[in-house]
């Protein structure tokens, strides 16, 4: 079974400053990994997606994220905050096995960036 | 481009009715995922359309059933509602090479349902 848990429902930042959004992931099998973006009353934006090519994936916006094997992780940062970066940001894993395409998400973190 | 639409928007319904929720994916895609997200949670996949036929099933009762159509849109129907079954409701496209390869699922902007 898959499961993704992201450290931290609500992280603060100031504008400017770098952000860090933790994913932790478990699964047993080679697993892709994608970050998604949510704003107020809208669907799931796609940030970036691991796919077992390069261990660190660069995004939309300016986000990137680095695939660490051994510490099962996907951590999402940003080198310097926008008031625009303010959303909700959902970890995903998938699939969870041979003719499996379901994604599995996390609960999400919320981001605020501070003026 | 159009990408992937689902109506209505919003919904209130009464518990023990039925909801019919539709989704049209994005051009070119022919596979469709339906996800729940609770306030508060992350998307839980519900399931899986492919070829007109279901190819994947979350956890989820047979309360909830689906239909792929020839053009691909589908539809998320829930019989016998709870007040559980509050929540956004999420249409997710691809097509079915890339969903093979990269798992890569493009979301629609939700329908917000109401059980009261």
């Known amino acids: 079974a898959q499961s993704v848990t992201q450290l931290g429902s609500h992280v603060s930042v100031s504008e400017g400053a770098l952000v860090l959004l933790r994913c932790n992931y478990s699964?047993?099998?080679?697993?892709?990994l994608f970050w998604y973006v949510q704003y107020p009353n809208q669907g799931l934006q796609l940030l970036l997606k691991?796919?077992?090519?390069?261990?660190l994936v660069k995004g939309i916006n300016g986000f990137e994220a680095e695939f660490k094997k051994s510490e099962t992780s996907f951590h999402l940062t940003k080198p310097s905050a926008h008031m625009s970066d303010a959303a909700e940001y959902f970890c995903?894993?998938?699939?969870?096995?041979?003719?499996?395409?379901?994604?599995?998400f996390g609960k999400g973190t919320k981001l605020s960036v501070i003026p | 481009d159009a990408g992937v639409t689902q109506s209505p928007t919003h919904l209130i319904k009464t518990r023990g009715q039925q909801v019919t929720l539709r989704c049209s994916p994005k051009?070119?895609?022919?596979?469709v995922s339906w996800y729940q997200q609770a306030l508060g949670q992350g998307p839980q996949f519900i399931f899986q359309?492919?070829?007109?036929?279901?190819?994947q099933r979350g956890n989820f009762p047979d309360r909830f059933s689906g239909h792929q159509f020839p053009n691909y849109s589908s539809e998320l129907n829930v019989n016998a509602l709870l007040l559980g079954d509050s929540a956004l409701y999420l249409c997710?496209?691809?097509?079915?090479?890339?969903?093979?390869?990269?798992?890569?699922?493009?979301f629609g902007p939700g329908t917000r349902l109401t059980v009261t």
């Open positions: 997710a496209s691809s097509s079915g090479l890339a969903i093979a390869l990269s798992y890569e699922q493009y």
């Open positions: 699964s047993s099998v080679p697993p892709y």
């Open positions: 691991y796919t077992s090519a390069a261990t």
């Open positions: 995903a894993v998938g699939p969870s096995g041979a003719g499996s395409y379901q994604l599995t």
């Open positions: 051009s070119g895609h022919d596979t």
């Open positions: 359309y492919y070829e007109e036929e279901e190819r």
